[in-house]
């Protein structure tokens, strides 16, 4: 079965429209962001960044100069704290000594350079790699999070055994090279997931019904 990705994009964006991600005023915001939105809410996530701007640390030598149990205090409301904190100040300490602090000038090297450099961070996967890459520094990467994994597995354009690599192939290989289109289709995927692609899928209204295989989602153990 030919994927119709092109297709299911426009019908997400049809229904939804822009979802305006990822929210941050800053590049480190939202670099601070995809560290803190593992394994929680973004409403959680907003509450710890907004501890972190109250307390006017919002810098990444700020942050790191931090006493690990004062940052892990900040960040309580995104869940996991103790661990995240680890994460971030591991992420922090690469920004500091490898780019003089400057997001900037670490989002001016080359993608894959940088992707293996960030997935050599302890407590970065490839999904937060992948999430600083396309939202901070703006390079065409494909989030290939569950919500996707589950949408285009259900229909059928894809194997649910696939991996997070193949499924980010799968997407890239058959759509532009595109930062922008990347971004809003991430976001699309998330938001049918929550509505309609559960665990348990509630495919009357989804806008992607109509391109459910015959007999309906396929399925597998989630």
């Not at 049918?192 to 989602?217: A, F, M, N, R, Y």
Request: aromatic content about 10%.
């Amino acid at each position: 079965m030919t994927a119709p990705l092109q297709d299911a994009y426009d019908r997400l964006f049809e229904r939804y429209g822009p979802q305006q991600w990822w929210p941050g005023d800053s590049p480190l915001e939202i670099l601070v962001g995809t560290v803190l939105v593992q394994n929680t809410n973004w409403r959680n996530v907003e509450k710890a960044i907004d501890n972190l701007r109250e307390a006017g640390v919002m810098k990444a030598e700020r942050l790191y100069d931090l006493e690990p149990e004062e940052l892990a205090e900040l960040i309580r409301p995104a869940g996991y704290y103790q661990v995240k904190t680890k994460r971030l100040r591991n992420l922090l300490r690469l920004i500091l000594e490898q780019y003089e602090g400057s997001i900037e000038q670490m989002m001016s090297c080359d993608s894959h350079a940088l992707r293996e450099q960030l997935l050599g961070v302890n407590g970065i996967g490839p999904e937060t790699a992948d999430c600083i890459l396309l939202y901070v520094g703006n390079y065409p990467k494909f989030i290939a999070d569950g919500y996707a994994m589950r949408v285009a597995a259900r229909h059928g354009w894809i194997e649910f055994e696939a991996d997070y690599h193949g499924l980010q192939d799968f997407f890239e290989s058959r759509l532009p090279a595109d930062a922008q289109l990347y971004n809003e289709y991430h976001a699309l995927l998330v938001r049918v997931g929550k509505e309609h692609c559960k665990t348990k899928p509630q495919c009357e209204g989804c806008p992607l019904e109509e391109l459910l295989p015959d007999g309906g989602p396929r399925s597998a153990e989630w």
